[in-house]
């Protein structure tokens, strides 16, 4: 069963430090609700059997966005990789 995604994890920080952070950063609070979006539909494609290329598409889209999400917390140096 598809489970979604632990960005948390993946970022290695906190829930509430990240929560801390986008209260203070509106680009970063906007990118976590793509994020979060993205890998519901990556759950939910792989929920419904979709296509290997339908989900590819989708995890791929889930990576740009995490991708730039971990741009933003390096440019202020919130979290230690």
């Given at each position: 069963?598809?489970?979604?995604?632990?960005?948390?994890?993946?970022?290695?920080?906190?829930?509430?430090?990240?929560?801390?952070?986008?209260?203070?950063?509106?680009?970063?609070?906007?990118?976590?609700?793509?994020?979060?979006?993205?890998?519901?539909?990556?759950?939910k494609a792989e929920e419904a059997k979709s296509s290997d290329d339908a989900?590819?598409?989708?995890?791929?889209?889930?990576?740009?966005?995490?991708?730039?999400?971990?741009?933003?917390?390096?440019?202020?140096?919130?979290?230690?990789?």
């Open positions: 069963m598809p489970v979604p995604h632990d960005l948390f994890q993946d970022l290695h920080c906190t829930k509430e430090e990240i929560q801390q952070k986008r209260t203070k950063d509106p680009l970063l609070d906007s990118l976590i609700n793509k994020y979060s979006l993205a890998d519901a539909e990556v759950v989900v590819t598409r989708l995890k791929a889209k889930r990576l740009e966005v995490k991708d730039k999400i971990v741009k933003q917390l390096q440019s202020s140096s919130w979290c230690m990789w």
